[in-house]
């Protein structure tokens, strides 16, 4: 059974930083690209970094490049969300996809971790 599972959310003052991670199991995930996506209330789930295979290739939406780093250790089927100079606009649940090269769509979610950033 694949599972994803988030930790590291929490609440933070604008300007701070949290880091998450998302472990995986049930399978290796080195050919899979990974993602974070977040979802504040009222509003649709959106993509917030990907990163492909071998950790070379990355992609941010704009609202967090350089302030968020996303990254893999495929060693341990992790992959990771640094995110600094926090913003109260980056309150939301964050929540970590995984799919395979070849998938259009992502086709495994973790359960999601609250980012709370107060101003």
């Known amino acids: 059974q694949v599972q994803l599972v988030e930790s590291g959310g929490g609440l933070v003052q604008a300007g701070g930083s949290l880091r998450l991670s998302c472990a995986g199991s049930g399978r290796t995930f080195i050919n899979y690209a990974m993602a974070w996506f977040r979802q504040a209330p009222g509003k649709e789930r959106t993509l917030v970094a990907v990163i492909y295979s071998l950790g070379s290739n990355t992609n941010y939406a704009d609202s967090v490049k350089g302030r968020f780093t996303i990254s893999r250790d495929n060693a341990k089927n992790t992959v990771y969300l640094e995110m600094n100079s926090l913003k109260p606009e980056d309150t939301a649940v964050y929540y970590c996809?995984?799919?395979?090269?070849?998938?259009?769509?992502?086709?495994?979610w973790g359960q999601g971790t609250q980012v709370t950033v107060s101003s």
């Open positions: 996809a995984a799919r395979r090269i070849i998938a259009a769509t992502f086709e495994y």
